[in-house]
């Protein structure tokens, strides 16, 4: 497993999501009530960057089609989205934000 250390936990406040690439994957970092969780930035649909839609709660909505995953698991959650996002390991140390690439 590859950690990546990605941004301090108090740049990133709970409710907001920013993309991150990390070896060429575009990930969407995501601090839902406090708790950081990754997924695919692109959705599963079309091309779109999920980061620049909107998150509420635990939901990730994209900004083109308006599909929605949940920003934990990256379960698509149906309708015009049917292909989960890949989830990404993240762990906060000392206030910092890490990302884990690869199994684990
Ligand atoms: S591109 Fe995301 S819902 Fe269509």
Do not use: K, M
Not at 13 to 37: H, T, W
Not at 53 to 65: K, V
């Amino acid at each position: 497993v590859n950690w990546q250390r990605v941004t301090r936990e108090a740049d990133l406040p709970p409710g907001s999501v920013r993309r991150v690439v990390l070896d060429g994957i575009e990930i969407a970092l995501c601090n839902v009530g406090g708790e950081f969780y990754a997924v695919d930035d692109v959705c599963t649909h079309a091309y779109a960057s999920l980061s620049e839609g909107a998150l509420i709660g635990h939901e990730l909505e994209c900004p083109l089609h308006g599909g929605c995953f949940d920003a934990r698991t990256g379960a698509a959650q149906g309708g015009i989205v049917t292909e989960d996002l890949r989830r990404f390991a993240v762990r906060v140390e000392g206030g910092d934000v890490w990302i884990a690439l690869g199994d684990g």
